[in-house]
């Protein structure tokens, strides 16, 4: 069992950065791959960043490409969402996710077994 805590959410001015932290606990074999996604209300979950533990990021939403990325990667047990140059319409809940497997299966369309609760990042104008 593999349980996933987000936090750091916070409110911020446009053009500011946040850091989301997703502290793990559990098998490490049901935590290999990873991902952050985030949803807003009236919106389907949008996937941002997807990586596979040791083995770098796997996958880059288009929205998020060149603003964000994870890291450090020096912890194995807690990962982070490096948020930048923020904008209003990256208000969501921002969630972690997990699940085992091997790299190669760490790609887009991989359905995650464990989520977070979530974190409030609200962007202001």
């Known amino acids: 069992q593999v349980k996933l805590v987000e936090s750091g959410g916070a409110s911020v001015q446009a053009g500011g950065s946040l850091r989301l932290a997703c502290h793990a606990t559990?098998?490490?074999?049901?935590?290999?791959?990873m991902a952050w996604f985030r949803q807003a209300p009236g919106k389907e979950r949008e996937q941002l960043i997807m990586?596979?533990?040791?083995?770098?990021?796997?996958y880059y939403g288009d929205s998020v490409k060149g603003r964000f990325t994870i890291g450090p990667d020096n912890d194995r047990n807690t990962k982070y969402l490096q948020m930048n140059s923020l904008k209003p319409e990256d208000t969501a809940m921002y969630y972690c996710?997990?699940?085992?497997?091997?790299?190669?299966?760490?790609?887009?369309?991989?359905?995650?077994?464990?989520w977070g609760q979530g974190t409030q990042v609200t962007v202001s104008s």
């Open positions: 996710a997990a699940r085992g497997g091997e790299w190669s299966s760490c790609r887009d369309g991989a359905v995650f077994d464990y």
């Open positions: 559990g098998s490490p074999d049901g935590r290999n791959c």
């Open positions: 990586f596979y533990i040791g083995g770098g990021v796997t």
